[in-house]
């Protein structure tokens, strides 16, 4: 697998025709990711009227989740329009059906109703803002959500330690290597860490969400250096 920076058309390490391919290859127990957070929503929200995935990509987490949630309208965004072409051909059937509405959001800050939205999703997005710019947008998605909304978010995270940091890393290498990366390319996509993508701790992630005015957050699942959340916002 080649690591090919120079020809990447959004935030994430591939281009966007290879991510398909290749995020399963970079991102561990991506797959379960997603199932976790269909899990999670089926458990808390089980028939939702309306769902936000802000960060949709290609649309893959969005189809399995129309599949389970038929009667769902579900609001899609990305900043990536290349990511968008791609999502738009695979949901094209749901577009037509009019549960499926797909918009570009170049500050992951989608133009909806407050208090208008059962569950959003944000899977591995958010941890390519800055401080400032994650704050903005979890109190946005916050004030989308209907009373009783929930939020489920994944993110890459940061070890509390530094002793953390390097196993973490080193975890993270020996995955990549293990499924074909070389050791130069293994170095590379973890080396990305503050530099194209910025985590923050588990107890950061919390603050942030409980300061925001989530009645309940939790962590719903964590691994390698991946970690899931999840927040109800209160009546």
């Known amino acids: ?131 400032a710019g994650r704050e903005k947008s979890t109190a946005h998605l916050f004030r989308l959500l209907k009373p009783g909304g929930l939020y489920i978010h994944f993110e890459n995270i940061r070890p509390a330690s530094m002793i953390g940091m390097e196993i973490g890393k080193e975890r993270w290498r020996r995955f990549l290597m293990e499924h074909g990366r070389s050791f130069e390319e293994a170095y590379v996509q973890v080396e990305r860490l503050d530099s194209e993508f910025f985590p923050i701790t588990i107890e950061e992630h919390l603050s942030l969400l409980r300061e925001t005015g989530f009645a309940g957050s939790e962590i719903l699942w964590a691994s390698y250096m991946q970690a899931g959340f999840y927040s109800v916002k209160g009546a």
């Open 1 to 131: 697998m080649s690591h090919e920076v120079s020809a990447k058309d959004s935030p994430t390490a591939h281009k966007s025709s290879e991510y398909d391919d290749k995020i399963i290859y970079t991102i561990p127990n991506y797959t379960r990711i997603h199932l976790e957070c269909l899990h999670l929503a089926d458990t808390v929200c089980p028939k939702p009227s309306a769902w936000l995935d802000t960060g949709c990509g290609t649309g893959t987490f969005a189809a399995a989740a129309m599949g389970r949630f038929p009667d769902t309208t579900f609001y899609l965004a990305d900043p990536s329009e290349s990511m968008l072409d791609i999502c738009r051909a695979k949901l094209a059937v749901h577009k037509a059906s009019g549960k499926c509405i797909i918009t570009s959001c170049a500050s992951m800050e989608v133009d909806l109703p407050e208090n208008s939205l059962d569950v959003i999703t944000a899977i591995q997005c958010h941890h390519y803002m800055d401080p």
